[in-house]
């Protein structure tokens, strides 16, 4: 246990002074501004349609920007570019040491295997932690600002909603985090597992749930993968998927079998990783 | 001073139908400084990677301070540096030494003290992706001296480094293994491993091809004698000692050099024409050579003794 406290400490080091982990964090944030407030409000203000938000009335987009639907604007990017935001930043995590040398370095230390690669899933942890807490504090400021602007509704949501809603965005972006961390820990390299785990999240999946419909066992199958359990996850909490909606956002599974299956990813990517690590040859 | 530190039997580990290492029997006993020659892809470094349990031997075993090669409490009694410095390249010097204290669970004094043994404590603050290849080597080699271990292994460890570099390398190294710790070094600079290493082990093919004293390993000092005829200056000098090579023409007379006036009398006394007579400086580069070269086959076969 103290080992593992030690390389989660040594981990958190590393990726804390990492400019790349800032980039990843910062363009989540930037994206959810964007998709959240900027072009919602905007469209508000100006009455015109945009991709994202025609048809909607105004009063519905007002209230998108309040802070009551924060838990809804919080969660809608995480099955798209939140997802694949953070498999770059578990492959990086990942993947980036081997071709340094540096986890060859760090398995000399002493700490177990075992233990290095626990502690490092765990300092990724507290990264996409952070990074959750830091949108739900953005969204509640720009949210309470717009709505003194506006002299709207200042209620904040309700302390169950605001959780469920920071711990589904968590759970997602959790899943895709370790998800591109085995990839990375497989693939041993940053472009490679960065390339498949993109395409994987933001295209196969999306490709395989159209071939369901034609195919009943294909359609079956779509319903335990990653991208359809975080899309259920949220879609569940209210957010509004289908073509009007937020992309990626499903009602395949119900709440619960969506909770259960991302819940038993996030167990299960770690696990692999760990025996693979443990494994291998580092060469 | 005899207590093995590390003991291969057997080690042997096999890409595919490639041995890289081929029954390697090493032991490297405490407070000496042991050095790993052989050419380069001779599978030096294979070894080493086994030695630390960064890679599974094939077959065979390694046994370091009396545990399993790579297990958690034999290697935090165990600094390296293997196949140069793998650091992150974002983080200064001193942040990825505090990486590795963090992993160990060392204090942070500890980083400056490895920061200063190897002269980098001026530009610890400086990102690693800057430095220059020597320096990279220094932080390597800082990061195996983290926390005193009793082992160190050192792969290369004067790659990339100046002559003024190198020269500090081997002092740092001979002041370790005054410390009591114990060095495994490997090298392909025979001079550097003659210079500061207790024993060495030849490699070679993955095969470990001899391992001794280097004192052993040079062998007797000879005197390297031109006279003609050679078969009568042989007979003469074996006289003397029953120890003489024939190599070119030329005798290699285990004599020490305080004997040469004494041999020079007796061939010129048989009427012989002595041409030279001069001190054979054999380096551990001619008997690595010798051992590594297919040609050593051909030459030993003129042997006489």
Redesign the interface.
């Known amino acids: 246990m103290t080992t593992m406290l030690a390389s989660t400490r040594a981990d958190v080091l590393r990726l804390r002074r990492w400019p790349a982990v800032w980039v990843v964090g910062a363009a989540w944030l930037v994206l959810m501004v964007l998709f959240g407030y900027v072009f919602n409000y905007l469209a508000y203000r100006t009455g015109s349609g945009s991709f994202a938000t025609d048809g909607m009335a105004g009063e519905l987009l007002l209230r998108s920007v309040l802070p009551g639907n924060v838990p809804e604007t919080i969660t809608a990017g995480t099955p798209m570019f939140g997802g694949a935001l953070m498999v770059v930043l578990g492959a990086m995590a990942a993947s980036s040491g081997y071709g340094w040398g540096s986890w060859k370095t760090i398995l000399t230390q002493g700490p177990s295997r075992t233990s290095v690669v626990l502690g490092s899933l765990v300092s990724l942890t507290l990264a996409v932690a952070t990074t959750v807490l830091a949108s739900v504090l953005l969204a509640l400021g720009i949210a309470t600002s717009l709505a003194l602007v506006e002299g709207a509704d200042l209620a904040l949501p309700a302390a169950t909603d605001l959780g469920r809603g920071a711990g589904t965005a968590f759970l997602v972006l959790l899943m895709w985090a370790l998800f591109g961390y085995l990839l990375g820990t497989l693939a041993r390299g940053p472009a490679l597992a960065v390339g498949l785990g993109l395409v994987w999240s933001l295209v196969v999946e999306n490709l395989l749930r159209g071939v369901g419909s034609l195919l009943s066992w294909v359609d079956a199958l779509t319903t335990v993968l990653p991208g359809t359990a975080a899309g259920s996850l949220v879609g569940s909490l209210g957010a509004t998927g289908g073509p009007e909606g937020a992309p990626g956002v499903l009602d395949t599974l119900s709440g619960t079998q969506a909770l259960v299956t991302v819940l038993a990813y996030a167990v299960l990517l770690p696990m692999i990783t760990v025996l693979v690590v443990r494994r291998r040859d580092l060469a | 001073m005899s207590e093995p530190v590390v003991q291969t039997a057997g080690l042997t580990k096999r890409y595919g139908p490639r041995i890289a290492v081929d029954e390697v029997n090493l032991t490297v006993r405490r407070g000496e400084v042991y050095g790993f020659l052989g050419p380069n892809g001779a599978g030096k470094t ?1 070894t080493l ?1 086994m030695v ?5 031997p094939t077959s065979g075993t390694v046994s370091v301070l009396d545990g399993a090669a790579g297990s ?1 409490g034999v ?2 009694r ?1 600094g ?1 540096l ?10 200064s010097g001193r ?1 990825n030494l ?3 204290a ?4 060392l204090a942070e004094a500890e980083v400056e003290d490895a920061l200063e043994r190897v002269e980098l404590g001026e530009r610890g603050g400086d990102v690693f992706r800057s430095y220059s290849l020597g320096m990279k080597q220094r932080l ?1 080699v800082a ?1 195996a001296l983290l926390g005193d271990p009793e082992l160190i292994v050192l792969d290369e460890p004067t790659n990339g480094l100046d002559p003024a570099g190198m020269a500090g390398m081997r002092s740092l190294v001979v002041d370790l293994a005054r410390g009591g710790q114990t060095v495994l070094l490997s090298s392909h600079l025979l001079g550097e491993v003659q210079e500061i290493c207790h024993r060495v082990g030849v490699i070679n093919r993955g095969r470990l091809l001899r391992e001794s004293t280097v004192a052993e390993l040079l062998g007797t000092p000879r005197l390297q004698v031109r006279a003609e005829p050679v078969e009568e200056a042989l007979a003469v000098a074996r006289e003397f000692t029953g120890d003489v090579l024939v190599e070119r023409g030329e005798l290699l007379v285990a004599l020490a050099p305080e004997q040469a006036p004494q041999l020079v009398r007796a061939l010129v006394a048989r009427g012989l024409e002595v041409h030279s007579v001069r001190r054979s400086d054999r380096s551990l580069e001619d008997v690595f050579f010798e051992m590594t070269a297919a040609g050593a086959v051909v030459r030993r076969e003129e042997t006489v003794s």
């Open positions: 294979t990677r630390l349990g960064l890679i599974r958690p290697m935090a165990v390296a293997v196949e140069g410095p793998g650091f992150m390249p974002y983080l942040d505090r990486v590795l963090r992993y160990r669970r390597g990061a």
